[in-house]
């Protein structure tokens, strides 16, 4: 058992300044992250701010404590479990002898404060797990086990918690499981064979004789039951000795019990009356439906288990951002690559062309381009000299750099957003909770009911009384065996994911289709979502004097010496328009201006106004034009040659065609547009006043997407997130539902739960009705599932026998459980003729 070392500080005035424990609205709990006492941010007390988060202090005492040293007061350990816990808002916390304690929920509180020496006692404070070695339930996060296995509660399959290492390999379990699925689907189909026969005309039990056939069932059943189905009973053992009755207590009753019966009925045939036998006098067994029942769960839990792995994969996305060595300048000079993990705040590093910068830091020597798309998600590079912030990850476009290293480990921008996804990802509940709910009040009603079956048949029944009343109480389990409760989700989200395939939109996981349909609030980035991501010449305006075939030859001979998207961009146009090109020299950029040389022997210009001024060229007669192609979202540069104004190109990330019709398609289902992005407020307020967007969250950066997510969850809006960058993966895991382009960021497509193969925008009507119908099939499937459960259930207890003189046998059980199943299949195969759009 993990224990932690409590919190030493004693706070002498801490009581006295706190002694009312304010609670925000809506049972949000703020507290003083050094003495735990609970503060309100209104009142006026002491703040700072660290890490891009606000803490609150109920003294100056405790604030200059945290200033001091920060991480001493970030997290602390729930003694009783082990998990991690935010101090500033764990709403579970206590005091002992003195010192505070933090939880992650009531219960491990409840069991300290109950027994806090066991808890404590004079072991000491064990050392914090590495990341990715313990598991968690993602329905269930109070349950934290040190090696993957299933939730005692639910019996879900537990997750890797925080960080994967990238070395824990294949996931153990999907591989057992996907072995388990082989044996008894392979076995299954004789089984099928044998008793189905007649159905298609292959009388094989008539071929093979009665009794070979049951004892060649028997052979075939028994390895599927005794060794593939263990996990099943071991689950429904737990959900047992837990008291908390869920699917695995459905499945492991039912297919226990079929066999069990069907043994019997092979080994002791004489124990059944005469009127529960077949023709040639022998009794009827069911282990195909034993064996069909484990084979098709198994078919669901493979299913299940390969979605889920691929949650880590956008983790390991994000950390191969970063290089694994970086290029170390030693105090003598000298140069050396070492591992990342060696690079510590202070060093000198050297980022060579082509490189990417391997911490956050600050540019001492050299000026390059950087291309920071893959963090904040917009295509133009950024010029860096001296004194200029990098960030890790990022790629050096052209020059040599010579950075300081800042921030590097946990601390960097790049570790802050693998950290922020993992935690939103985990955070997460499936859908699949649904029927384990249902099933709380109906496993212990049908045990129930097998239970006074029995005890009815065995007093009132006629003789022989004992066999009538286990034959009732069989018949009762196998017919409320939960096959078409197993297949009811897995099957209508395997025909859905592929329904969606077709359509262009493909589904993560079966709960992005559950939240999607009662989504209200929309959040789109502009780059790559709304807009094609790569900039393109959209204006050729010529001065008096000059001619616009002309302007544009000479601005792209001069920019064809440049690297830059926008100098590309130029040269692409003029290429396209059929402009000359020629040779270029003396070419020079000249930093935060613009870039100047000689074509033909002509001085040529291409900048900002700022250029203008220093070659004393009059921009004044083109200044409103220029503002007028700003305002429309473009990048308008002005062109001087020889000195004098010669016009303006402009540039822009243009808007895909299909985005504004898209747009009206999403109003007209009621959903609100926000355009969240970290592009600057004018161009993004053009983009949206051209598309009719309804809010504009400009100037963002990932944290700012993260929390207008959580700001607007927090008024109660189910928010649905479009992106296609790194910068966007955050919010994309935090959002009810990410949306991701497929043309985007691999990370970005991992961390969403939709992604739209094409990038295109009206995918995302298409999702909506999808998730619509499968939700909508899912509920219908659910309700077949039971409603042959609850008609055949007291059929089988017997209660048509006073009427009719017939009881329900388990041939007849069986078979009103197979066309459950059929009929769920049947109902979940609709889904693929559904209209999307």
Request: hydrophobic content about 45%.
């Amino acid at each position: 058992m993990s224990t932690h070392s409590p919190d030493n500080h004693s706070h002498a005035t801490g009581d006295a300044c706190c002694s009312t424990h304010a609670k925000l609205a809506k049972g949000e709990v703020i507290r003083d992250p050094v003495c735990g006492m609970t503060v309100d941010p209104a009142a006026g007390k002491p703040r700072t701010e660290y890490d891009g988060h606000t803490y609150h202090f109920c003294s100056a005492s405790c604030r200059d404590k945290f200033v001091k040293a920060p991480q001493e007061f970030i997290t602390a350990i729930d003694p009783v479990c082990g998990m991690s816990v935010e101090r500033a808002t764990a709403a579970n916390f206590t005091r002992h002898e003195g010192k505070g304690f933090y939880f992650c929920s009531s219960g491990c509180k409840g069991k300290f404060e109950a027994e806090p020496p066991k808890y404590l006692g004079d072991r000491p404070a064990p050392e914090r797990m590495p990341k990715g070695t313990q598991y968690t339930c993602p329905m269930h996060p109070e349950i934290v086990r040190d090696k993957p296995g299933s939730c005692p509660i639910c019996g879900m399959a537990l997750e890797p918690m925080g960080v994967p290492t990238g070395d824990e390999g294949p996931n153990p379990e999907l591989i057992d499981f996907t072995r388990r699925l082989w044996v008894s689907g392979l076995l299954s189909v004789p089984l099928l064979f044998i008793t189905m026969g007649p159905m298609l005309g292959l009388p094989v039990r008539d071929w093979l004789g009665a009794q070979i056939s049951t004892w060649l069932e028997l052979v075939l059943a028994t390895p599927v039951v005794l060794w593939a189905a263990i996990p099943f009973f071991h689950r429904g053992w737990e959900s047992v000795v837990n008291r908390s009755p869920n699917m695995w207590t459905l499945i492991s009753i039912g297919v226990g019990v079929a066999y069990l019966y069907s043994v019997v009925a092979t080994l002791f045939p004489d124990l059944f009356p005469h009127q529960f036998r077949g023709h040639g006098g022998s009794v009827p067994v069911y282990f195909e439906a034993a064996a069909v029942i484990v084979a098709l769960v198994f078919l669901g839990q493979v299913l299940e288990l390969r979605a889920r792995e691929r949650t880590g994969s956008a983790i390991r996305a994000l950390l191969d951002l970063a290089p694994k060595t970086a290029r170390r300048i030693g105090a003598d000079g000298s140069e050396k690559d070492v591992p990342l993990d060696e690079v510590k705040s202070g060093d000198s590093l050297r980022v060579r062309p082509g490189d990417s910068v391997p911490v956050d830091g600050i540019v001492l020597e050299g000026r390059t381009s950087i291309d920071e798309s893959m963090i904040t998600g917009e295509p133009l590079p950024v010029e860096k000299t001296e004194g200029d912030s990098v960030t890790g990850g990022t790629l050096n476009r052209n020059g040599t750099l010579v950075i300081r290293a800042e921030k590097v480990g946990a601390e960097t921008m790049l570790s802050r957003i693998v950290e922020m996804v993992a935690k939103a990802q985990r955070s997460r509940a499936p859908i699949q909770g649904l029927a384990d709910r249902v099933s709380f009040y109906f496993v212990p009603t049908v045990v129930l009911v097998a239970i006074l079956a029995f005890v009815v048949w065995a007093v009132f029944g006629p003789e022989p009384s004992m066999i009538f009343a286990i034959v009732s109480a069989v018949s009762v389990l196998i017919i409320a065996c939960p096959c078409a409760l197993g297949l009811a989700t897995p099957m209508s989200i395997m025909t859905a994911t592929g329904r969606g395939a077709q359509a262009g939109v493909l589904i993560k996981n079966a709960e992005a289709l559950e939240l999607f349909a009662k989504v209200d609030t929309l959040i789109v980035d502009k780059t790559g979502t709304l807009t094609e991501g790569r900039p393109k010449l959209t204006d050729v305006v010529a001065a008096e004097g000059f001619d616009e075939t002309e302007l544009l030859s000479l601005a792209a001979s001069l920019e064809r010496g440049s690297e830059h998207p926008l100098a590309e961009a130029i040269v692409e146009g003029a290429e396209a328009r059929g402009a000359t090109i020629s040779a270029a020299s003396d070419f020079e950029a000249v930093t935060g201006k613009g870039v100047s040389g000689s074509v033909n022997g002509r001085k040529i210009a291409l900048g900002n106004a700022a250029m203008m001024i220093d070659l004393k060229a009059d921009a004044a007669s083109l200044k409103d034009r220029a503002d007028a192609l700003r305002s429309d979202g473009k990048t308008a540069m002005f062109v001087a040659v020889d000195g004098r104004l010669a016009g303006i190109v402009a540039v822009a990330d243009p808007v895909k065609a299909t985005t504004a019709e898209a747009i009206r398609a999403l109003h007209q289902t009621g959903l609100r547009i926000i355009m969240a992005t970290g592009d600057n407020e004018r161009t993004a307020r053009a983009v949206a006043a051209k598309l009719g967007i309804d809010e504009v969250r400009a100037d963002m950066l990932p944290e700012s997407k993260q929390k207008l997510i959580e700001e607007l969850r927090a008024n109660g809006a189910k928010v649905a997130m479009a992106g296609d960058g790194v910068n966007d993966a955050p919010a994309l895991a935090a959002a009810d539902v990410g949306i991701a382009m497929g043309t985007g960021a691999d990370v970005a497509v991992e961390s969403a739960g939709i992604t739209l193969v094409k990038g295109d925008l009206n995918g995302i009507v298409r999702a909506r009705r999808l998730s619509q119908a499968t939700i909508r099939n899912i509920k219908q499937n659910l309700f077949f599932a039971f409603v042959y459960n609850g008609l055949g259930v007291p059929v089988a207890a017997g209660v048509l026998y006073p009427v009719f003189g017939t009881l329900l046998s388990p041939m007849i059980a069986a078979a009103a459980m197979s066309l459950s199943s059929v009929s769920v299949i049947a109902n979940a195969l609709r889904l693929r003729t559904v209209k999307l759009g």
